[in-house]
């Protein structure tokens, strides 16, 4: 499956974005979608992860902030932003992979996306 992320940009504290993540290749249903992001010098951490039938996940540093949705209809994953504080600054990446186990680990995830920019100024 191939992954296109968009929706990144320079935004100030407090603010909104949603992120989006399309799909094409594959049947888009059959995948766990997750949201990774890095920043300059760290790890790629994980951000958040959605199951095929919805059930979520979240890093607990973005609990009530960030939101992950998909609409299989329209083969796309999204990322809800909101509240964004400059720690928020990152590349994010979208991922998919089949199986909804240990979520959180880039490693298991088979395909991945290009990267948005999400910078937050203080």
């Known amino acids: 499956v191939q992954l296109q992320a968009s929706g990144g940009g320079l935004v100030q504290t407090g603010a909104s974005l949603r992120l989006s993540c399309a799909a094409s290749?594959?049947?888009?249903?059959?995948?766990?979608m997750g949201w990774f992001r890095q920043a300059p010098g760290k790890e790629r951490e994980f951000v958040a992860a959605?199951?095929?039938?919805?059930?979520?996940y979240y890093a607990d540093s973005v609990k009530g902030r960030l939101t992950i949705s998909r609409d299989n209809a329209k083969d796309t994953a999204y990322l809800q932003m909101n509240s964004l504080k400059p720690e928020d600054t990152a590349v994010y990446y979208c991922?998919?992979?089949?199986?909804?186990?240990?979520?959180?680990?880039?490693?298991?995830?088979?395909?991945w996306g290009q990267g948005t920019q999400v910078t937050v100024s203080s």
């Open positions: 959605i199951s095929q039938g919805g059930s979520t």
């Open positions: 991922a998919a992979k089949t199986l909804f186990v240990i979520p959180a680990v880039p490693r298991t995830y088979d395909y």
């Open positions: 290749g594959r049947t888009f249903s059959n995948y766990v």
